[in-house]
């Protein structure tokens, strides 16, 4: 079983579209976790990181349900520039800073 | 301008030649790490290193040696390449690490990524 497990899509979905990814980890014990966003094989960089009490950045709510050990990423009114591979990362502290990460979930927004 | 880099960032070479990608960091972070990105298998750690001279296997460390003799360079080096080592492989940092880290403590900042094959 994967660590981090991930829809890996494509999401194909119009301009204007509200589209929500999900993924589960098998580490009970992790405390730190974040979705992350990359472009076309470029470096990750970092989208938001997700707290137990849910978290909004603009057209971006992340949610965390310990219980289920589950993320997730809804995405508001999608833009073409929206279009990336969205990376479930969880973050296990014990190993000093390693992050494992999900395989990731294709969004491509359309006009 | 504070960054993460990484040479080169295109490589092509043959099984068995030895070679060293590089990684540096300009913001003096004491953690430093490097994964390997492959096709439905996302980022996976290959090494990492919490200090000058402390260094520690990730999940797949075979194949790969790491140094970190300063603290801002901490290169990835192939002594004889395979294969199997064709990857897209990115070096991380952050300022901090472990269990007491808190954001931006623990965020952790990636270099653009070396496309290495070998044939």
């Known amino acids: 079983r994967k660590e981090v497990e991930q829809d890996p899509g494509p999401f194909n979905v119009p301009e204007g579209a509200t589209v929500a990814f999900n993924c589960t980890y098998s580490n009970s014990a992790s405390q730190s976790f974040f979705w992350y966003r990359q472009d076309c094989r470029k470096e990750p960089k970092l989208l938001m990181s997700v707290y137990s009490s849910g978290n909004e950045d603009g057209r971006f709510t992340a949610q965390l349900n310990r219980a289920s050990q589950y993320i997730s990423l809804l995405i508001r009114d999608s833009k073409l520039s929206d279009s990336a591979t969205y990376l479930c990362v969880v973050r296990e502290e014990e190993y000093g800073n390693k992050l494992v990460f999900g395989a990731g979930t294709i969004l491509r927004v359309k006009s | 301008e504070a960054q993460v880099t990484q040479n080169p960032r295109y490589l092509i070479t043959v099984t068995g030649k030895k070679l060293t990608v590089t990684c540096s960091q300009n913001m003096n972070h004491e953690y430093m790490s490097w994964y390997r990105q492959d096709p439905g298998l996302g980022l996976r750690q290959i090494y990492y290193?919490?200090?000058?001279?402390?260094?520690d296997k990730g999940d797949v460390p075979e194949g790969y040696k790491v140094s970190r003799k300063e603290k801002r360079n901490f290169p990835l080096i192939l002594e004889s390449p395979s294969p199997n080592q064709t990857s897209l492989y990115f070096c991380?940092?952050?300022?901090?690490?472990?269990?007491?880290?808190?954001?931006?403590?623990?965020?952790?900042?990636f270099g653009p990524g070396t496309r290495l094959t070998v044939t």
């Open positions: 991380a940092s952050s300022l901090g690490y472990g269990a007491l880290a808190t954001n931006p403590y623990y965020e952790q900042y």
């Open positions: 290193s919490m200090n000058v001279e402390v260094t």
